[in-house]
């Protein structure tokens, strides 16, 4: 994640947050939101700040203020 480099991130595919890491990656607004509406909106911690913070603007892009502010409340 952190390399953002999709051929590094490939090696991780089966990992927790392999799908978001690849939406935030491929600046995919609509993946990313996907990829956290999937997950239960009362743990959205998602581990890393890094990952966090791309999440939660990636989200406010895609107008998912609602959203991005869970993301961020539970990320602090």
């Known amino acids: 994640m952190h390399d953002n480099n ?3 991130l ?3 595919s089966s ?3 392999y799908s978001l ?6 600046g995919k607004k609509d ?3 996907k ?3 999937s997950m239960d909106e009362n743990n959205l911690n998602l581990q890393d700040r890094y990952r966090a913070s791309l999440t939660e603007s ?4 895609a107008n998912q203020t609602s959203l991005a502010d869970k993301v961020q409340e539970q990320n602090r």
């Open 31 to 33: 993946e990313v939101v």
């Open 15 to 17: 990992e927790t947050f």
């Open 58 to 61: 990636l989200l406010r892009q």
């Open 10 to 12: 490939n090696k991780y």
């Open 21 to 26: 890491d690849k939406a935030i990656i491929e």
């Open 6 to 8: 999709l051929t590094a």
């Open 35 to 37: 990829a956290i509406k």
